[in-house]
């Protein structure tokens, strides 16, 4: 079998970059409104109150906050493995695959950094 490697410009698509882009803006827009609904509505956090963290995150229980981090890391750990099979199976796997790997990865950093800084305000409450 022989290798021979392709063009930097093929299996690019500049109107998929754009759709990938706007999806992952968007994406990340809808998971940072959420999780302030989700604080505000749901957990009771006062939108006013300024500290590195709301009181709620001390709680030591389950809340509906976590389920939500959890689902955002869960929807970014599925467009990465999206982003696998794009990369096989797309008409253009450059800009598939990264576009939903760039999508998994925002959405995996966001929904895990909220989730480390709740477990440091558990930790630090006791």
Do not use: C, H
Not at 19 to 42: C, K, M, Q
Not at 81 to 95: D, E, I, Q, T, Y
Request: aromatic fraction near 10%; hydrophobic fraction near 55%; charged fraction near 15%.
């Amino acid at each position: 079998m022989i290798e021979t490697p392709i063009a930097t410009t093929q299996g690019v698509s500049r109107r998929r970059d754009r759709i990938w882009g706007w999806t992952a803006g968007i994406a990340g827009v809808i998971v940072g409104v959420g999780s302030a609904v989700v604080a505000i509505f749901v957990e009771g956090a006062n939108a006013y109150q300024s500290s590195p963290y709301p009181p709620f995150f001390t709680k030591r229980q389950l809340l509906a906050y976590d389920v939500f981090l959890v689902l955002v890391v869960a929807v970014g750990a599925l467009f990465g493995v999206a982003a696998l099979g794009l990369a096989r199976r797309s008409r253009f796997p450059r800009s598939d695959a990264l576009g939903a790997g760039l999508l998994g990865t925002i959405l995996m950093l966001l929904g895990s950094a909220l989730v480390f800084t709740r477990l440091v305000a558990i930790v630090r409450a006791e």
